[in-house]
């Protein structure tokens, strides 16, 4: 069955049960694969292993969440108790930002609502009582053991919520003696609320503070608090970098990047227009197949520093960033990237349309093997 009923001309809910497990069906499949590209990134030298674990990390939460939702709306249509997911379908394909909002909440109460639940061994055991004596399907106690599998995934911590706080990895230090600085990784992800997409941000610092970042309690907190305030999706990498380079004078960002996952378009959930439409239309691929995943990497690299006037005899650094032309992206370079099945990359290459063909592609090939054909 189609999923129906919009709550604005964006948004649509999963009114029955067999449309909201076709579209975690297909999510499972596509953040399976998510890993494997990461892994592609790092051999082609696109990533240092530090930037790779973050990364994979990121996606992993991201997977979990999914796992998490699909659990929560395992019977909904089926059970009056269950709710209906929402997602959006023209921006992103992705849940609406509400979704993982209301998740973060549950998450807050899950020890609360576990300790009220029967076990996952009672609930089993009353199932079978109930279809031997009474010769019905158990849906509430069905139900009931979706929410209580549901709780213990958000039990077990790890998911991607719509804020995921910095964190700090060192890696390695830069010169000796009194200019020698610490390097970290700084990284940390949103989910954007008027995109409905995922985003993870990448940060190299050089701190020349007296104590490392990550066990500075007065510096840590605060810089915490500022990617988090800069972290919306309307600012350019410059606009955030040059923020931190002014508010931190002894922290020195030389790189930043934004990953922004999605959209992800789908002939049987999402609305799309232009080229991928025609591609979908044409690849006419089975169910679970019908599917390509967009992302965009954002990238400013820090050319060289400069040292302007601190006070009346002070002096701080500050850097210089290399910037594509046109220089208002405020980045280096920006590149974007499509993840695919075969049947659509066939499509793909038969129409040939020009916007796609600056894209790095990465194709699902017969057992799930991920072919990078740019």
């Known amino acids: 069955m189609a999923p129906a009923t919009n709550l604005t001309l964006d948004h649509q809910v999963l009114e029955d049960t067999v449309a909201t497990r076709r579209y ?6 596509i953040t399976g694969h998510l890993g494997k590209v990461a892994a592609e990134e790092q051999a082609a030298g696109r990533m240092t292993a530090e930037e790779i674990e973050a990364f994979a990390r990121a996606l992993v939460s991201l997977t979990l969440t999914f796992r998490a939702l699909a659990l929560k709306y395992h019977f909904a249509g089926a059970a009056r108790e269950a709710g209906k997911l929402t997602f959006d379908r023209v921006e992103s394909g992705f849940p609406v930002a509400a979704e993982l909002m209301a998740m973060a909440s549950d998450a807050t109460q899950a020890e609360r609502h576990l300790a009220g639940m029967p076990s996952v061994e009672t609930l089993k055991d009353e199932m079978v009582r109930v279809i031997l004596s009474d010769r019905v399907t158990p849906v509430k106690l069905q139900y009931a053991l979706s929410q209580r599998l549901y709780y213990e995934e958000l ?4 998911l991607f919520y719509a804020r995921n706080d ?7 230090n830069e010169g000796g003696g009194r200019s020698e600085r610490r390097r970290y990784l700084l990284t940390w992800s949103v989910y954007e609320t008027t995109d409905n997409l995922p985003v993870i941000y990448m940060m190299t610092v050089e701190d020349t503070g007296r104590e490392g970042l990550p066990k500075d309690g007065m510096r840590w907190p605060l810089v915490q608090l500022h990617l988090m305030a800069q972290s919306v999706g309307g600012l350019t990498l410059l606009t955030i970098a040059r923020g931190f380079d002014e508010d931190f004078h002894d922290l020195h960002p030389k790189r930043l990047r934004r990953f922004r996952i999605g959209p992800m378009h789908s002939s049987a959930f999402t609305s799309q227009t232009g080229p991928i439409r025609e591609v979908l239309a044409q690849a006419r691929a089975p169910e ?15 050319q060289r520093t400069e040292e302007v006037k601190a006070g009346w005899f002070g002096a701080s650094e500050r850097q210089v960033y290399e910037l594509a032309q046109p220089q208002e992206q405020g980045v280096t370079s920006l590149t974007r990237s499509i993840i695919l099945p ?9 129409l040939d349309p020009p916007a796609f063909r600056s894209l790095r592609k990465y194709v699902v090939g017969e057992g799930g093997q991920i072919l990078n054909l740019r």
């Open 24 to 29: 975690f069906r297909k999510w499972e499949r």
């Open 155 to 158: 039990r077990k911590g790890g």
């Open 166 to 172: 910095p964190d700090a990895v060192w890696i390695g």
């Open 288 to 302: 679970g197949e019908d599917w390509a995943l967009v992302w965009t990497e954002e990238d400013l690299r820090s």
């Open 342 to 350: 075969a049947r659509p990359y066939q499509a793909l290459v038969e």
